[in-house]
């Protein structure tokens, strides 16, 4: 059984957001890339096959471009909590995107994110996490919150 192709918009093609564009892409999802910079396009790998926009996500003009109301899932994967934030609401409220998530940078923030329905990943959070198993293994850090 063949599983269902998502349509995938991203907010930020930095590191993260260009290596998870090329993943889905090569998976055959339908995915949309919107990054202010021009040069951040140069994070996607050369089999990328989805579309790009460069704009500002927080304008909804790009959102409306990238066909936001159609997509199976938004990424806000900036580097700014506070456009994360906004556009993950904009997709949830606005254009009831079904699965929304955003990377939080600041991990002060992540009780914002989630009490607002969001899934959320947290750089910090993941890399203290992977060190404090590192040093204590894997039972003592399940035990041990972050």
């Known amino acids: 059984m063949k599983e269902k192709t ?10 993260v957001g260009g290596r998870i564009a090329g993943h889905l892409s ?12 021009e040069k951040a396009f140069n994070n996607l790998p050369w089999e990328y096959s989805g579309f ?6 927080a304008e909804i003009e790009n959102l409306k471009m990238a066909k936001l109301k159609n997509a199976d899932a938004f990424l806000a994967l900036t580097d700014d ?27 002060s923030n992540l009780k914002l994110f989630e009490e607002a329905g969001v899934l959320v990943v ?9 060190i404090l ?10 035990k041990r919150k972050v």
Do not use: W
């Open 122 to 130: 947290s750089p910090v959070i993941l890399t203290v996490q992977f």
């Open 52 to 57: 790009k926009i460069r704009g500002d996500v």
């Open 6 to 15: 998502l349509y995938v918009v991203i907010a930020g093609c930095g590191a």
């Open 26 to 37: 090569s998976m055959g999802h339908s995915v949309v890339v919107i990054d202010r910079d």
């Open 81 to 107: 909590d506070n456009t994360n934030f906004m556009v993950t609401q904009v997709a949830k409220k606005i254009y009831n995107v079904p699965m929304v998530l955003a990377r939080v940078n600041d991990p």
């Open 133 to 142: 198993s590192f040093f204590l293994g894997e039972d003592a850090e399940r």
